[in-house]
C-alpha cells in the first residue's frame, strides 16, 4: 500500500516548476509521512541545464531501505513549449521492480520504450511528454489565471491523461518562508474513492510544496518540502494577517470537502 501512496505523490506532479521564457535551475527535498506518521523516505529533485542549447535534465531520486527510485529526463524548453528526448525510470520495493528506458523522436511523432527484454513504439501527438516533464507547462496555464488544465504523458506502451483543477488557496510555512499556495486537485473519475492534492506556490514559479494522497479514510500520505535550493521566491508572507487566516480557513474546508474528512474543531 505504501508504495501506491508513494508513486501518487511522487511520480505523476513533483515537475510544478517552469517559466513563461526560461527555467532556472534548482534543487528541491521533500520528505514522506504516512498517515501523519514521518518516514525515512526523501526525495530529491534536480533541474539542470545540459550543455546542449535549450536543452534541461531534471532528475528524481529516491532512496531508502524501503525503496528505490530513479527518474530522469533530457528535453528542449522553447517558450513553455517542453520536448522530450529521453526518459528513464527504475524503480524497487515493497516487492516490485520497474525499469524502463524511453526515447522520443518528432519525425514522425513516437515514442521507443525499452522494458527488460522487451520493445514498445508508440505513436504519439506533438504535445506528449514523460512523466517527470509532465507538468512544466502548469506555470504557463496557471499564471494566465486559467483553474485548470489537461496533459498527456507516455510511460511504457501507454499514454496518460491527467486533469488538475484549481479548488483554492492557502498560505504554508515553508524552510524559506511562508508562501501563498494554490490548491490543486487531481482530478479521478466520479466512482473513485481516491483523492490527491498539491499545494503549489506562484512566488516559486509554481513549484511542488506539499502533496497530499488519500487511498482511503484510514491511510493517507503527505509529501512535505523540507530543503529548497534555487532563485529565491518573488514574495514572502512574514507574518499572518486576518487575511490569511481567513484564507486558510476557507482552505481547510475545500481541502476537507474535497477529502472527506472532517473539519478540524476548535480547542
Known amino acids: 500500500m505504501r508504495y501506491r501512496l508513494l508513486l501518487c505523490l511522487l511520480l505523476p506532479l513533483l515537475a510544478f516548476n517552469a517559466s513563461a521564457n526560461?527555467?532556472?535551475?534548482?534543487?528541491?527535498q521533500y520528505r514522506l509521512y504516512v498517515s501523519k506518521i514521518p518516514t525515512t523516505i526523501k526525495a530529491d529533485l534536480w533541474l539542470k541545464k545540459t550543455d546542449k542549447d535549450d536543452q534541461y535534465q531534471m532528475d528524481l531520486a529516491v532512496k531508502s531501505f524501503l525503496v528505490s527510485n530513479y527518474e530522469s529526463s533530457t528535453f528542449t524548453w522553447?517558450?513553455?513549449?517542453?520536448?522530450?528526448?529521453?526518459?528513464?525510470?527504475k524503480f524497487r520495493g515493497f516487492g516490485k521492480r520497474r525499469s524502463h528506458e524511453m526515447t522520443f523522436s518528432w519525425s514522425p511523432p513516437q515514442v521507443v520504450s525499452k522494458e527488460s527484454k522487451e520493445t514498445h513504439v508508440l505513436d504519439i501527438k506533438e504535445d506528449t511528454l514523460d512523466d517527470l516533464t509532465l507538468l512544466l507547462k502548469a506555470r504557463c496555464v496557471l499564471a494566465t489565471g486559467d483553474k485548470e488544465f489537461h496533459a498527456t504523458s507516455a510511460y511504457g506502451k501507454k499514454l496518460r491523461t491527467q486533469h488538475m483543477q484549481?479548488?483554492?488557496?492557502?498560505?504554508?510555512?515553508?524552510?524559506?518562508?511562508?508562501?501563498?499556495?494554490?490548491?490543486?486537485?487531481?482530478k479521478r473519475g466520479k466512482d473513485s474513492d481516491r483523492k490527491t492534492l498539491f499545494w503549489v506556490a506562484p512566488a516559486l514559479d509554481y513549484l511542488l510544496i506539499k502533496a497530499k494522497h488519500i487511498e482511503n479514510r484510514a491511510l493517507f500520505g503527505e509529501l512535505m518540502m523540507r530543503d529548497y535550493e534555487g532563485p529565491p521566491p518573488t514574495s514572502?508572507?512574514?507574518?499572518?494577517?486576518?487575511e490569511d487566516i481567513d484564507k486558510n480557513e476557507e482552505a481547510s474546508k475545500t481541502v476537507a470537502a474535497v477529502t472527506d474528512e472532517p473539519e478540524p474543531t476548535e480547542k
Do not use: W
Open 22 to 28: 526560461e527555467l532556472h535551475p534548482f534543487h528541491v
Open 78 to 89: 522553447n517558450d513553455c513549449q517542453p520536448r522530450t528526448s529521453t526518459y528513464q525510470h
Open 166 to 186: 484549481v479548488i483554492g488557496r492557502e498560505v504554508l510555512d515553508t524552510p524559506i518562508g511562508k508562501l501563498e499556495c494554490l490548491i490543486v486537485e487531481k
Open 236 to 242: 514572502t508572507l512574514n507574518s499572518s494577517s486576518d
